[in-house]
Nanobody
Framework: QVQLVESGGGLVQTGGSLRLSCAASGTISSIITMAWYRQAPGKERELVAHITSAGSTNYADSVKGRITISRDNAKNTVYLQMNSLKPEDTAVYYC??????????????WGQGTQVTVSS
């Protein structure tokens, strides 16, 4: 089993910044990818940003230039630095990781979600 612990959400004004963190722990042999998704009320969950074990990244068009994903492989932690936030960034943000667990078992895990609210 793998646990994901998210932190860093909150309320911020338009133009402000937040940094989300997600730490993975448990029976991890290796982490393949880590990502952040978000889900706004009445909308489907969407990918915000994704980073591979080698550090390759990709972003949703709506956040390019404002949001940066990074990871600390030694700490099994992924970060999401969000700048120039807009009201449309308001959502619950979910951490996601795909891992090889001990015993060569592939698993996909989700965090519990952290609320980000951007006031206008």
């Amino acid at each position: 089993q793998v646990q994901l612990v998210e932190s860093g959400g909150g309320l911020v004004q338009t133009g402000g910044s937040l940094r989300l963190s997600c730490a993975a722990s448990g029976t991890i042999s290796s982490i393949i990818t880590m990502a952040w998704y978000r889900q706004a009320p009445g909308k489907e969950r969407e990918l915000v940003a994704h980073i591979t074990s080698a550090g390759s990244t990709n972003y949703a068009d709506s956040v390019k230039g404002r949001i940066t994903i990074s990871r600390d492989n030694a700490k099994n932690t992924v970060y999401l630095q969000m700048n120039s936030l807009k009201p449309e960034d308001t959502a619950v943000y979910y951490c996601n990781t795909k891992v090889w667990e001990t015993g060569s078992i592939f698993r996909n895990y989700w965090g519990q979600g952290t609320q980000v609210t951007v006031s206008s």
